[in-house]
């Protein structure tokens, strides 16, 4: 069989592209003469690698040390416990999150995105509070989170939480740099992200005489825990990244973060001192 050379491909060869990671597999199919003159097939796989286009600026997380969705390359700040941030891969399985979603969809199922508005510090999402779970694995799931981060963490299982609050965030949506209230919520901000990745990044907050040019980012892949806690939750802003601003994507760790809906389950912790005035927490976190 002689195998045909590139000029001999013909421009309607059909074939089939395959993406994995940056890994781009390409399968062709085309006719081609043999050397007796009559027609042949040829089936041709070739493999290379993605790079990303030069129209793209690249947001890259070179995340080092100890975990590999945390990037400390732009801390500026030694007073940054690391520790004091966390990315816990897979807390939930692929099932349990489906199961999650469904309970949530009820939930959210007439509710409308919030519009945006200027001055609003999330932009086209809905939320609700979730103080019961209608599915008892559910009920289950934000139990065993709690008891992941205080378990994580070394805080005492008796530690109490706020209802769980739930954020749908449309594919368009996004969350701008903000510190939690510490009105009724303590030391603990953790957050179960569900369907779709996302890029929460972390700025010192000029307010709390934090410089703003000290980042750390952090993936967060679905069915990932973040917990925040310490200098992270208190003199560091947080933001969720938008899905892909003009011209711009994502890359992390020569990967692309494609952020589509997204939905998280956010766990804080009640205020040491609020104990008594736990009917205020129902309108108010
Ligand atoms: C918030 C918040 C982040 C998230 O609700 O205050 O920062 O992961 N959410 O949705
Ligand atoms: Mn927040």
């Known amino acids: 069989m002689v195998w045909p050379t590139s000029w001999q491909i013909p421009c309607h060869a059909s074939g089939l592209v395959l993406y994995i990671d940056r890994l781009v597999f390409k399968l062709s199919y085309f006719p081609f003469r043999s050397g007796a003159g009559g027609w042949m097939y040829a089936l041709v796989l070739e493999c290379g690698r993605l790079r990303p286009g030069p129209a793209y600026r690249m947001i890259t997380l070179s995340a080092s040390g100890e975990s590999p969705f945390i990037d400390f390359s732009n801390c500026r700040d030694n007073t940054l416990d690391s520790s004091s941030i966390r990315v816990l891969p897979d807390v939930i399985t692929i099932e349990e999150e489906a199961r999650l979603v469904a309970e949530l969809e009820g939930n ?66 996004f969350i701008k740099p903000h510190v939690d209230s510490s009105k009724f919520s303590g030391g603990l901000v953790c957050g179960l992200s569900l369907c779709s990745s996302a890029i929460m990044q972390l700025k010192g907050d000029v307010e709390q005489g934090q410089n703003p040019d000290s980042i750390v980012r952090l993936l967060l892949r679905p069915r990932s825990l973040y917990i925040l806690c310490g200098n992270a939750r208190y003199r560091y802003a947080h933001e969720i990244l938008a899905t892909r601003p003009e011209g711009e994507e994502r890359w992390v760790d020569g990967r692309r973060v494609e952020r589509s809906r997204r939905l998280s389950l956010i766990f804080r912790d009640e205020r040491e001192d609020q104990g008594k005035r736990e009917e205020a927490c129902e309108t108010d976190i």
């Open 108 to 173: 959210m199922r007439r509710r409308r995105y919030v519009a945006n508005h200027w001055d609003s510090v999330i932009e086209r999402y809905r939320e609700v509070e979730k103080r019961t779970w209608i599915d008892p694995p559910n009920a289950k799931i934000a139990q065993r989170i709690k008891d992941v981060i205080l378990q994580t963490l070394h805080k005492p299982l008796t530690t109490r939480f706020l209802p769980v609050h739930v954020i749908d965030l449309a594919e368009d949506g």
